[in-house]
Structures are given as C-alpha cells and as structure tokens.
C-alpha cells in the first residue's frame, strides 16, 4: 500500500495561473480531505468528500474547487493563484469520520 | 463551526520531563478528539486520540484526558526523549451540518523542544 500521494512535493506558480494538486489513495477510503498549512495557524479545512460525487466546504474554500469522480482521486484546483495561497498542502483520507486520517506528504506551493 | 484553541504555541522541556499541551474546543456536538505529531518537512501523523465516551487514554509514554464539561483535552507526554521534538496539533471532530460527515478542526500546533 502506497497510502496517501500526492503530487507534485513543490511547486511555484505566478500569480494569475491555475494548476491542479494531485491526491490518490490505495486504502478504498470514502473519505477525503484538502487542508492547507501556514506557519502559526495550524492546518485548515479547504474541502471535503464523503464519497465519490459529493463534496463540501471547509473553512477556507475560495479560491478553490474539487471534484470527487472515483474513490482513489481528490484532486484540488486552484483557479487562479494569488500570492495568499502560498502555503503546504495537504490531503488526507480515512475510512470514516471520526477515525485516524492519513495524511499525504504535501506540496509546498509558492505563488509570487 | 467548531474553534479549537491550543496552549502553550512553544514548549521546551529538559530530557526526562514531562510536557502537557492543552487545547479547548467550542462545540459540545464534537466527538472525537486526536492529537498528531509533525516532524520536521514531515506529514502529520497520529499518535493517540479519545472519544467523548472516555475520560482517559494511555499508550505507553503518551496519555490523552477529556473533561468534557469544560470541553477541553490535554496531551500528557512523560520522560521525554530528544525524539518527542515535533509540533504537536490537537483536533476536534465535529458532525457537519449536512449531517454526513464529520469535520476535522485543528489547533495551531505546539512546538515541543527537548534539551539533552
């Protein structure tokens, strides 16, 4: 089992662009998650999925879309980047709420 | 939504102390309460977590408390070791208002230092 993967680790964007953050997971787990980390405030719900084909808000969803068409892929898109999006990211999934989330190993995304 | 505050931002203990981070949540509908440790360019990773069900947990070195009348939660880590130093993020698992999931909130993390 690979986990949780995303891709790509880094990532530098001008301000304007649009990219998309890659997110899969091998443990057939509905849940899933988008947080992002700045320094001092801790890690912050931008969205989430309950299960392929549903998705909701987080705290901190401008800015940001996802889609959820299978299991496996949570990808995060970003619209059109803006130097407050410079920040690590990270997806997460688990079997369930309520349960350990595992964590992908980020992407660090810097917007100049 | 659910506020989770969390105490001290940074701590440094000598090896062999103890350390205790706290943190206190908002929402009484919150259920599940885990705390992750991040090393360093690390993902965060699990180390312990309570139900609303339980006052207390233990595993090891690492015991977790839960008072849930003052709706807070402390981490307990005992006879430190230089490897304890990390951040440290306590979470709160709150039922959404769609009612289909649970919501993940975090605190803004503790950095723990550990002295030779």
């Known amino acids: 089992n690979a986990g949780v993967t995303q891709t790509p680790k880094f990532q530098v964007l001008k301000t304007g662009q649009s990219m998309t953050l890659q997110c899969a997971q091998d443990?057939?787990?509905?849940?899933m998650s988008w947080y992002r980390q700045d320094p001092g405030m801790g890690l912050r719900l931008i969205h989430y999925?309950?299960?392929?084909?549903?998705?909701d808000q987080g705290e901190v969803p401008n800015g940001y879309n996802v889609s959820r068409s299978t299991t496996e892929d949570f990808p995060l898109r970003l619209l059109s980047a803006a130097p407050s999006q410079t920040s690590v990211y990270f997806c997460?999934?688990?079997?369930?709420?309520?349960?350990?989330?595992?964590f992908g190993q980020g992407t660090r995304l810097t917007v100049v | 939504g659910e506020n989770v505050e969390q105490h001290p931002s940074t701590l440094s203990v000598q090896e062999g102390d103890s350390a205790v981070i706290k943190c206190t949540y908002s929402?009484?509908?919150?259920?599940?309460f885990p705390w992750y440790k991040q090393e360093l360019g690390k993902r965060p990773q699990l180390i312990i977590d309570i139900r609303s069900n339980v006052g207390e947990k233990k595993d090891q070195r690492i015991a977790v408390t839960l008072n849930k009348t003052a709706k807070h939660f402390s981490l307990h880590i005992t006879e430190t070791q230089p490897e304890d130093s990390a951040v440290y993020f306590c979470a709160a698992s709150y039922p959404s208002w769609t009612g289909t999931a649970s919501k993940l909130t975090f605190g803004t993390g503790t950095r723990l230092q550990v002295t030779l």
């Open positions: 443990m057939n787990h509905e849940y």
């Open positions: 999925s309950v299960g392929a084909g549903i998705t």
């Open positions: 997460a999934s688990s079997y369930s709420t309520g349960v350990e989330a595992f």
């Open positions: 929402d009484s509908a919150s259920n599940y």
